[in-house]
């Protein structure tokens, strides 16, 4: 419900804090698939915030912070999301 009054007032920006944390997967990759058609076809920029690697691999720039500070940085370019999602798994792995 949040999301769809996001997106009724057409803003300039979206954010999300842990959008579809309380989502079933087919409701969370309904709406990650939104966000990215938004981005997409109105050119409005999402900034999310997740802890979770699927989510974030439907982003096409993603920042690592840890303890304040921006760790790392990847960039999703022509990889397809099920490779980023593997290269965010990777980098989590060896981000301590």
């Known amino acids: 419900m949040a999301a769809a009054r996001a997106l009724v007032s057409k ?3 979206l954010f999300g804090d842990e959008p579809t944390g309380a989502l079933d997967s087919n409701s969370a990759r309904d709406l990650l698939e939104m966000l990215t058609a938004v981005n997409h076809d109105q050119q409005v920029p999402v900034l999310l ?3 979770d690697p699927f989510s974030a691999s439907y982003c096409q720039r993603i920042l690592f912070i840890k303890d304040g ?3 790392q940085t990847l960039h999703r370019e022509d990889r397809t999301q099920q490779a980023f ?3 965010i798994l990777d980098t989590l792995g060896t981000f301590n």
């Open 11 to 13: 803003p300039a920006i």
């Open 69 to 71: 500070q921006i760790g």
């Open 85 to 87: 999602y593997q290269e």
């Open 49 to 51: 915030v997740t802890h």
